[in-house]
């Protein structure tokens, strides 16, 4: 039996097709919202089930960073701190010299500008001269440096009388040279140590600074006052007596025993000397007894009949420590000529 005919004379579908049809509707495909809907599942279903190998690449990743971190940018900026601090002289002692040893004390500010405080452990550390910034071709010594505490921004570190062996006589001699006759003086220190920092692992690095501190500047300044002449001293006695001043600029004290100095002048040659006993050279200016043997017709025959002043050349001659000839200050004594102006015509004016 067919469908009623409505008012209009249409059938009408029953209620079976009614459904049919909204329900072929509701089964039309939304392809957009289907995709939607189908990745966020997928996306939920592959962590459920993958979640510990995220995990895994995750702690992977970081411990590699941290690793990194640790043996590689650590051991650079470590090695970067120790490259950037830079020692400070305060005060350096040669005493007790020997033709083969000295008794050093070295005692210096340490200035850091990092940010950390690492420990160096106890190490050798060889002493270099350098000249125009060129390491000498032999070194000077090893010290035993002590186990240093570097702190922001400055801390102490010191080789206090400790006896050290001289490598090279050549050098040694060099080095006293330039101590004694420059205004500045350049050495380094080299080795290698450990560098420890919290509870970071130990490093080992390379240690490598270079100072530049004041010398004695050729002992300019010297002079001789005082002085006295004995007219009516016994043959083989001093026949003058006075005080040297030598001015010392640096922070070196250095022990040089009993010093003869050879007196002369250009026009009648080598006219006597003079000895000064136990001579150390500290920092500041230093007043040091002074004797003298002087040819007294030469050193007459010398002076500016106007002037009264004889033009003497003073030469290191000799450095006797305990009996012993100290022949790198020798060589250095030598090496740096005096001239002085000495003021004949008063001296014997306050002899008389």
């Given at each position: 039996?067919?469908?009623?005919?409505?008012?209009?004379?249409?059938?009408d579908?029953?209620?079976?097709?009614?459904?049919?049809?909204?329900?072929?509707?509701?089964?039309?495909?939304r392809?957009?919202?289907?995709?939607?809907?189908?990745?966020?599942?997928?996306?939920?279903?592959?962590?459920?089930?993958?979640?510990?190998?995220?995990?895994?690449?995750?702690?992977?990743?970081?411990?590699?960073?941290?690793?990194?971190?640790?043996?590689?940018?650590?051991?650079?900026?470590?090695?970067?701190?120790?490259?950037?601090?830079?020692?400070?002289?305060?005060?350096?002692?040669?005493?007790?010299?020997?033709?083969?040893?000295?008794?050093?004390?070295?005692?210096?500010?340490?200035?850091?500008?990092?940010?950390?405080?690492?420990?160096?452990?106890?190490?050798?550390a060889?002493?270099?001269?350098?000249?125009?910034?060129?390491?000498?071709?032999?070194?000077?010594?090893?010290?035993?440096?002590?186990?240093?505490?570097?702190?922001?921004?400055?801390?102490?570190?010191?080789?206090?009388?400790?006896?050290?062996?001289?490598?090279?006589?050549?050098?040694?001699?060099?080095?006293?040279?330039?101590?004694?006759?420059?205004?500045?003086v350049?050495?380094?220190?080299?080795?290698?140590?450990?560098?420890?920092?919290?509870?970071?692992?130990?490093?080992?690095?390379?240690?490598?600074?270079?100072?530049?501190?004041?010398?004695?500047?050729?002992?300019?300044?010297?002079?001789?006052?005082?002085?006295?002449?004995?007219?009516t001293?016994a043959?083989?006695?001093?026949?003058?007596?006075?005080?040297?001043?030598?001015?010392?600029?640096?922070?070196?004290?250095?022990?040089?025993?009993?010093?003869?100095?050879?007196?002369?002048?250009?026009?009648?040659?080598?006219?006597?000397?003079?000895?000064?006993?136990?001579?150390?050279?500290?920092?500041?200016n230093?007043?040091?007894?002074?004797?003298?043997?002087?040819?007294?017709?030469?050193?007459?025959?010398?002076?500016?009949?106007?002037?009264?002043?004889?033009?003497?050349?003073?030469?290191?001659t000799?450095?006797?420590?305990?009996?012993?000839?100290?022949?790198?200050y020798?060589?250095?004594?030598?090496?740096?000529?005096?001239?002085?102006?000495?003021n004949?015509?008063?001296?014997?004016?306050?002899?008389?």
């Open positions: 039996m067919g469908s009623p005919i409505n008012e209009y004379g249409m059938r579908r029953d209620n079976e097709s009614d459904k049919a049809y909204e329900a072929e509707i509701e089964n039309i495909p392809p957009v919202a289907a995709r939607q809907a189908g990745f966020g599942g997928k996306a939920k279903r592959h962590c459920a089930r993958w979640w510990w190998v995220h995990l895994i690449v995750f702690c992977l990743g970081f411990l590699i960073i941290s690793l990194c971190l640790v043996y590689v940018a650590m051991p650079h900026i470590a090695n970067h701190g120790v490259k950037e601090s830079h020692l400070e002289l305060t005060e350096l002692q040669f005493l007790n010299p020997t033709p083969d040893t000295v008794v050093l004390t070295q005692k210096a500010i340490l200035h850091s500008p990092s940010i950390y405080t690492p420990t160096l452990d106890p190490f050798n060889t002493l270099w001269l350098v000249t125009n910034g060129t390491f000498a071709t032999a070194p000077l010594n090893i010290l035993t440096m002590p186990r240093i505490h570097a702190l922001h921004p400055k801390s102490n570190a010191s080789v206090v009388n400790q006896e050290v062996a001289l490598l090279s006589q050549d050098q040694i001699a060099e080095y006293a040279t330039q101590v004694l006759s420059n205004k500045n350049s050495t380094a220190l080299t080795g290698k140590t450990n560098l420890h920092e919290g509870h970071l692992p130990t490093l080992k690095i390379n240690y490598n600074t270079t100072l530049t501190y004041a010398g004695l500047n050729g002992l300019a300044g010297f002079n001789v006052t005082g002085a006295k002449v004995n007219f001293a043959t083989g006695t001093p026949n003058m007596k006075g005080f040297a001043y030598i001015p010392n600029p640096s922070v070196i004290t250095v022990a040089l025993g009993n010093v003869t100095l050879s007196l002369a002048t250009a026009k009648t040659g080598i006219l006597g000397n003079a000895t000064i006993q136990d001579m150390t050279v500290s920092p500041g230093n007043t040091l007894p002074l004797t003298a043997f002087i040819n007294q017709t030469q050193i007459l025959s010398a002076m500016d009949p106007d002037s009264g002043l004889v033009d003497l050349i003073i030469t290191g000799s450095s006797v420590y305990n009996g012993q000839h100290i022949v790198y020798e060589k250095a004594l030598a090496s740096n000529v005096l001239h002085l102006n000495l004949v015509k008063q001296i014997i004016a306050d002899s008389v």
